[in-house]
């Protein structure tokens, strides 16, 4: 018997019957007195934030909602929707697609940073390294869509000054960022700016994360938006929508 | 050209090169100013909650969160993250587990509570005419696990009282739900307690969330303890971890 | 210890160490010498089929293949790759969108003909009473898209035809199955052709298997055509390549 | 309208109403004239396998297809189906299972073959290299349920040796493949033997698939045990089901 329990262990959760502890706080405790920031940072973490670092955190929570139904994640939503899938599937559907490319941008440029930092904060030679190491598409910087710039990254990164004068936070990823950006800048001759990943990525960074975490956080603010477009698409109906109509033809291309 | 952007339509987010609006609100406006629970809120429904709204509603989100590692859902992340998945792709494996049974039954609560609402309140006719339709599963009340009560519930409907008494909300489906619990009671001759899922489905129903919402909602609440799970077995490495360690043998039942 | 090899039980596999056997077959036996059709037949009831029985079984797996990337399950797998997913998420993300809009009208399709066999063959009110409980969607007949017909259907059709004739199978539900499409026809003044769904839906029903496994199979088959287009797509590269150009937009519509 | 056709394009397929090719071919030429392994190959590779291809790569089809529930894989699937999620749902969430670790074996031995091969055929360096890069786990080779073999290898290696001598294919990497087990066997002191991961690799690397179509294929094979699970757990019923009973307790590990 002991060699069951012991399979799989945790230290996130116990219970007896009557009784849930969740990070060694009694549930009953928590519903109505933490923020569901507050819960998620407890969860994943098993500590408490500060104000002004729950502050921070809900900003980047925030931001990254949803960027609308040209993304994959969201599109999948919408679709799964019309194949009939309730919300539980249909948002399983759209968080899957959140991989490497997609979600995983922010997790990349926690990387980044942490490579910079620990290359002793020479950007160029840094990035050169990472460049040679990881490819040549820096993660966090530049948009293909917004230009001149994601109005998300400014904002952010106005939130991340304001933490660190009031010292929740130390200011040294942020300047790790704002100095890729402008060593990117620098290289191409014209601005390449930080995008929601590269500021998120910031916040996380300076809040402690691990880089993986930068990509689950991420999944869960998405998560919001994927839920609002397919309860939307519930509203709205339709059966089997593909990407595009039944009358427009996918080319084909033969061998 | 019209064709292909009529095929899809959305009121949730307006977008152009360097602007974003979510709901009719500039991101850079709500990023910092409104709180992750808000931000729910305002994606899913359109408008924004007011204070005690915005209280209630945070509440039943930070409370199921996590039930552990027996649930499926929360085992599904575990297992997945020793296959090789990275988050994204263990969190949506859990996330497609809170089907019909697991993460439906919130939902069911809801539809309960609006049948009941929809009879005219009588609750012993309701629930007959229910059962006689749905079967025997009372969905929100009982549970096989925390006997006598599930400690989340009477938590969730005392801040119901407060909120009620706040004017935050009327206080019907907190009436139906009691109602259902002493019916419930009266029939078996024991207690039968609202448990998590009528509870969290007496706050949604108050605060006007149609009953699919309720399921959509815990799928973004339990993703929490997913996210937390999942990057704890990350934490703790294992290649493979099926249920039981590869010495138990499940039990061969030839036909 | 018994309790934890009681809660799940299986009669599919027995293992020992250095011993597999599938349905009591040790799988060294079956390896080489039985079709992959058969194993599925084996794996999936436990008795073995005849080869008449294989050859129509093998007709409605090789049949649902594929049916292009305007079906969402397809672009979703494509969509998955351009996010930087490896080809079994990319896989588990299609096929999860085979619901009961999508990969349930065979299921619907099956149940339907048991519907019309139950109520004693007289398909017109049949029908009637299959609309009045089901709505006025009759699945696995009509096509938006392959007009005048769905070219599959006729050929499975003579296949059935054939295996009647061979002693195969009965030829009960072929029956049902032009009974209902003639029915259709009379009813709408036009012809309303049996599709893939519905011819496939003929061919499982012939030969035994249960409405829910019409799903199944056709998960199965359609999971050929998403992995050729997920890795189709792999090769083709693309980065985040949601379901129209980033210059397309949505149509925003505000409430 | 050049341009949304223009984002996505195919060589797989080609529709126009009531007319479906793939690759080339008229769906109704094919149905009932080729066999479903054939047409697997048709799909993913674009040409037809001969006859002795075509029994090689049924063989590894058939050999993978189920390794029973303490795979996480099947596990998932019967874990679904308690969760009350129809047979896509399921079939989905365990085939997104078939992660790096899980179900990416196959893949890896595929790219370690090629690895000795592009080396020059040099075993022992070779080993040494890859080790070096991918770490100390040889894909495909050793079995921790399994001892002293499993079953699956010898019987696929001696189909190999038969192609072989056929003519359906060179050898090559069945020669690397039998190195690589001595040479493990040399400096382990023991037999470390080739698994199912590392005779299918063999087979699919002779029929020269890319590597990671052999994760793709195991993807598709696997899917048969999965859907026979899937079903078998759908007869027997359950509820929330996770993996131990619930009077069993994970450990719980306080930090």
Not at 88 to 107: I, K, P, Q, Y
Not at 114 to 128: C, K, P, S, T, Y
Not at 131 to 158: E, S
Request: proline fraction near 7%.
């Amino acid at each position: 018997m002991s060699d069951v329990s012991d399979w799989w262990r945790t230290a996130i959760i116990d219970m007896e019957p009557g009784r849930i502890a969740l990070r060694g706080h009694p549930i009953e405790d928590l519903i109505g007195n933490v923020s569901f920031a507050e819960m998620i940072w407890l969860m994943v973490r098993g500590d408490r934030p500060d104000d002004a670092q729950a502050r921070l955190f809900e900003a980047a929570l925030v931001a990254a909602v949803d960027h609308g139904p040209q993304a994959p994640s969201i599109a999948a939503a919408r679709m799964a929707v019309t194949c009939g899938l309730p919300l539980n599937n249909a948002m399983a559907s759209a968080v899957n697609m959140l991989g490497d490319v997609h979600g995983g941008a922010g997790e990349q440029a926690v990387e980044l940073y942490h490579h910079v930092e620990n290359a002793g904060g020479e950007i160029a030679a840094a990035l050169d390294s990472w460049i040679a190491q990881r490819g040549k598409i820096v993660p966090g910087f530049g948009h293909r869509f917004h230009t001149p710039v994601d109005p998300r990254a400014p904002r952010l990164m106005a939130l991340v000054a304001e933490a660190r004068d009031a010292g929740a936070c130390e200011g040294r990823y942020s300047e790790i960022g704002t100095g890729i950006e402008a060593e990117l800048a620098r290289r191409k001759g014209r601005p390449i700016p930080m995008n929601i990943d590269g500021a998120t990525a910031v916040i996380y960074a300076e809040l402690g994360f691990a880089p993986p975490l930068a990509r689950g956080l991420f999944c869960l603010s998405r998560s919001v938006g994927i839920l609002a477009h397919a309860w939307e698409q519930t509203q709205q109906g339709g059966r089997n929508k593909g990407p595009t109509p039944p009358k427009y033809r996918w080319t084909y291309d033969p061998d």
